[in-house]
């Protein structure tokens, strides 16, 4: 494949990218159809594992990378409320995670293996690990969000390393992800792979931006590194809608995150630039209690400077949820 860096080259690879996702779109079609008259049986996975970085984390303590919601009348944590986007997949299927189970369910099926951090390399890791503890079956529900700290470590290495070939860095991590979804889609899982939100429009960004002024623009570069990672990532998976379903973030058509920040009072939104959690409050300690003034935990999109808010979970929770119950699983 031609290495294709800026300019019209990406506009081809970016067209290749919608090219993919159309087909894979057509698949799920065509096999919903049956050929005729026959109705496909809806998927019922009778087990969730959630593989990714804190986007997808649920603490031990049941408390998420987010606003965390608090009993109205207790004060007390309240997990399920503020649900992030594998909490909202995974209670659309009737299950929950051990970490979050406020009615004791017995036996949790839902499995939290993301982890504060992750990047593509330890996602390769847990499926390495995975892959000896059973694998993956026909009735597995793999979530995957993964890549935002791969976009950030290399950001950081910017400029003591060329843009050139951190764009080339970006691309070839997107290429080793998609070959990790495609390891879990051909062992016969299915997954549903959930683009790297555009880090070029997050609070980080914006400060980045303003702070360091010059030649090259602080977060056009970081939504350049998302966009080459995640176009590459989407030219490498394995073309089948029964096996693979392929979140498009940022601009889906239906309300992704770059037609949120575009249009934000189309889609609920007040707030869509800066983080609603008070800087000085870990973000896992994050509750209504502890927004910075004027916040609210449903119209602001951030919840940190590269952590979505609950408004913005639920969106991503939306999006996960439909592909995984249109496609052909």
């Keep these: 494949m031609k290495s294709c860096k800026t300019g019209a080259g990406r506009d081809v690879r970016q ?13 799920a079609v065509l096999s919903g159809c049956g050929g005729g008259t026959q109705q496909i049986e809806p998927f019922a996975p009778t ?7 804190e986007t997808s984390v649920i603490t031990a303590a049941g408390k998420k ?6 009993d109205a009348t207790t004060g007390l944590l309240a997990c399920a409320s503020n ?46 690990a995975q892959f000896t503890n059973g694998g993956f079956g026909p009735k597995d529900l793999v979530t995957l969000m993964v890549g935002s700290n791969d976009v950030l470590e290399l950001y950081a290495q910017y400029p003591a ?8 860095e970006a691309r070839a991590r997107g290429k080793l992800l998609a070959q990790q979804v495609n390891r879990i889609g051909l062992a016969n899982g299915r997954i549903v792979v959930v683009q790297v939100p555009d880090m070029g429009l997050t609070p980080f960004a914006i400060k980045e931006a303003a702070a360091k002024p010059g030649t090259l623009d602080r977060a056009k570069f970081l939504s350049e590194l998302t966009s080459e990672l995640n176009l590459e990532m989407t030219l490498n998976l394995v073309n089948d809608g029964r096996l693979i379903g392929l979140v498009m973030t940022n601009d889906d058509r239906s309300g992704g995150i770059q037609t949120i920040v575009k ?10 630039v800066a983080a ?6 870990a973000i896992t300690e994050c509750t209504p ?19 979505l808010g609950p408004a913005g979970q639920q969106r991503l929770g939306s999006l996960a949820l439909t592909r995984a119950r249109n496609n052909p699983f």
């Design 15 to 27: 067209g290749r990218a919608w090219m993919a996702t159309l087909a894979l779109a057509a698949v």
């Design 47 to 53: 087990r969730i594992m959630a593989l990714g970085d």
């Design 263 to 272: 249009y934000p009072g189309g889609f609920g939104f007040a707030n869509v």
């Design 289 to 307: 209690k502890t927004l910075v003034t004027d916040a609210t935990a449903d119209t602001w999109l951030w919840a940190s400077d590269t952590q």
């Design 83 to 128: 649900p992030n986007w594998v909490q909202i997949v995974a209670a659309n299927f009737g299950m929950v995670f051990k970490e979050c189970n406020p009615t004791n369910i017995a036996n949790p099926t839902a499995l939290m293996y993301a982890a504060p951090g992750a990047k593509i390399a330890d996602v390769r890791a847990r499926i390495d």
């Design 161 to 168: 390393q060329s843009s050139d070939s951190l764009l080339a």
């Design 65 to 70: 990378y987010s606003v965390n919601a608090l």
């Design 276 to 281: 609603s959690c008070q800087s000085t409050v």
